[in-house]
């Protein structure tokens, strides 16, 4: 299963993002991610990845999941 980047949030602080991906299957998932050093990212270590039917659902689930996408 290959996922495409649709839309990368980044944090204020600059140190963490959440990507809303676009999977094979025609759906959408997100992944949050936190910066390694200086200038690369890293995955956050997560649960199994949810997939959902709409980009609009799964923006919605990482505003719900993620803490710092609530401010």
């Known amino acids: 299963m290959t996922a495409k ?3 990368s949030l ?7 993002c959440v990507d809303i991906l ?3 299957e025609d759906c959408y998932a997100f992944r949050e991610c ?4 200086g200038t ?3 995955k ?5 990845p949810e997939v959902y039917p709409t980009y609009v659902q799964a923006l919605a689930a990482a505003r719900s ?3 710092w996408l609530r401010t």
């Open 5 to 7: 980047v649709v839309v």
């Open 10 to 16: 980044e944090a204020e602080t600059g140190d963490r």
């Open 22 to 24: 676009r999977m094979d």
């Open 34 to 37: 936190e910066r390694n050093g």
């Open 40 to 42: 690369s990212w890293r």
């Open 44 to 48: 956050m270590p997560q649960r199994l």
């Open 65 to 67: 999941t993620v803490d």
